[in-house]
């Protein structure tokens, strides 16, 4: 088995049975926010395009590149599609002209051309933009397991399908908006900073150890930030708060903790693999990228300078008529079919766009102008106008996806994370609205527990079901989840982190 990274998330494997393109992603997304680090666009994409599988793990744009997949990925290829809820992705991909789709069932082993194959699919709303998922590939000899950015909650399916794990491919840098754009002092914004890079690492490192491969490579981040505007979000100037780490940063923390299987790759490296054994090359020399790092950065940034104005260029116009009217057509026929989500949101959420504030009242399901005597809301968003009118002129499903990891906003919040908020402006179709409503309605089993520092928990988290006895850390009476970084107070079960999702638990002895 020979595996080349293409940037950031992206693989091609290439088996005696055939090949595989794994999220190819070249052109800037969230607004022209994030472009691939290092840059992947010279490589040959047409080549690379002419593959006998295409696996699009999910429609995150850093994953699923509508422009590069239209003009060099061969439509005659074989989709590996996850066994998702609400077909999106299919639908995405059938407009751009796939026809031949392999349907898997999640967390099976398929045989397909002679090669072994698993998708682990993860159907929560809060993972990528409804659906989320891991590709396990094996040739007989060789077993990769890219896992890109998703969040399984089980790996003993993988070892009991696949046992032993030659290469796992896992992400281990930030995809988020949080802290940096937040209404908060500086000091502060530093100091939550640092925990959500670390709580990240110390994520990946938990999967690294559940997972136990041969070779380690991370992948699926960071992008680079090529705007002026938002050059300060890249991790090239000793910023500890800084949540974007790259790929030295996390091998050294691997080897910190006593592992030196993590191998670097780059886009162009290949690895060659016959079971354990693995060899590698380079393009070029990593450390010519990495050791003047900010150099590579402003190198690049001047010469995708005119890919930025041409996105740029694309936008709505920042003035036109008012926003409430249709920002009130989009929203409240969504908000009259969604009471779950909207009391879960509970108040009223402020969005500030230029000049006019326009409020979505959640709790009496309309959108309104801003009143006298509404006070400052709980939640708010400050919002250049011509992002707002350029995701409703192109129906954009998903504001998480395009507006918040663009980074291209300011925020403010009293109280805790909402995560019933974000899926909202995850779900702005009657289908996906519709699933993610269900889905908050149905009720788990927590009876099972898991003992964790003297504390009897229960088992799966109350957030998204992780296995606590996995993925759980206890320091003093906070509980921490380390798959999403969501944390309790031991002692009364009462989530830190948002609204609701109260934990089980009692001191033992």
Not at 79 to 99: H, S
Not at 274 to 302: C, R, S, W
Not at 306 to 324: C, I
Not at 335 to 344: R, Y
């Amino acid at each position: 088995m020979q595996v080349t990274s293409v940037g950031h998330a992206g693989f091609h494997i290439q088996t005696e049975a055939g090949s595989i393109l794994c999220d190819p992603w070249v052109n800037p997304a969230y607004f022209a926010s994030w472009f691939p680090f290092p840059d992947n666009s010279q490589l040959d994409w047409d080549t690379l395009g002419n593959c006998d599988y295409l696996y699009v793990s999910h429609l995150h744009k850093d994953h699923f590149d509508p422009v590069n997949l239209a003009k060099h990925v061969n439509k005659d290829a074989t989709v590996l599609l996850p066994d998702y809820p609400v077909p999106d992705l299919k639908r995405e991909l059938e407009a751009l002209g796939f026809t031949k789709f392999f349907e898997t069932e999640d967390s099976v082993k398929h045989t397909v051309g002679g090669l072994d194959i698993m998708i682990i699919a993860l159907r929560a709303p809060a993972d990528g933009p409804i659906g989320d998922s891991g590709l396990v590939v094996s040739d007989g000899e060789t077993t990769c397991f890219n896992m890109n950015d998703a969040r399984p909650v089980d790996m003993d399916v993988l070892h009991d399908q696949f046992g032993k794990i030659d290469i796992h491919l896992l992400q281990y840098s930030g995809a988020i908006w949080y802290p940096m754009v937040y209404d908060i002092p500086k000091r502060t914004k530093a100091n939550f900073g640092k925990q959500k890079r670390q709580r990240g690492m110390d994520r990946c490192r938990s999967y690294i150890e559940q997972v136990d491969a041969t070779w380690v490579v991370p992948s699926a981040g960071p992008p680079v930030f090529l705007d002026p505007a938002l050059r300060y979000l890249n991790d090239d100037h000793g910023d500890e708060g800084n949540i974007f780490p790259d790929q030295i940063v996390f091998l050294e923390q691997m080897r910190i903790h006593g592992n030196d299987r993590g191998v670097m790759m780059i886009p162009g490296s290949t690895a060659d693999l016959k079971g354990a054994e693995l060899t590698l090359t380079h393009p070029v020399d990593p450390m010519t990228i990495f050791d003047n790092k900010a150099a590579y950065i402003e190198d690049m940034a001047q010469r995708m300078e005119p890919v930025l104005a041409a996105e740029k260029a694309s936008w709505a116009p920042a003035g036109g008529e008012p926003l409430l009217e249709p920002l009130k057509a989009f929203f409240e026929p969504l908000m009259a079919q969604s009471d779950l989500i909207c009391d879960g949101i509970g108040y009223p959420v402020g969005l500030v766009m230029g000049e006019e504030t326009v409020v979505l009242d959640f709790p009496a399901r309309t959108v309104r102008a801003k009143a006298e005597g509404d006070g400052k809301y709980r939640y708010g968003f400050r919002i250049a106008p011509e992002l707002v009118r350029t995701v409703l002129r192109d129906n954009e499903p998903d504001w998480v996806n395009s507006i918040f990891l663009s980074t291209r906003f300011e925020a403010w919040r009293i109280g805790g994370y909402n995560e019933f908020l974000y899926t909202f402006f995850k779900c702005l179709t009657d289908e996906r609205i519709a699933y993610a409503d269900g889905w908050f309605s149905e009720s788990h089993d927590d009876s099972a527990s898991a003992e964790l520092a003297g504390w009897e928990v229960q088992r799966r988290c109350p957030h998204l079901k992780a296995d606590l006895s996995k993925f759980g850390v206890v320091e003093g009476e906070k509980l921490t989840c380390n798959l999403h970084g969501w944390q309790w107070d031991l002692p009364t079960g009462r989530c830190l982190t948002s609204k609701g999702h109260e934990l089980r638990s009692r001191k033992l002895g």
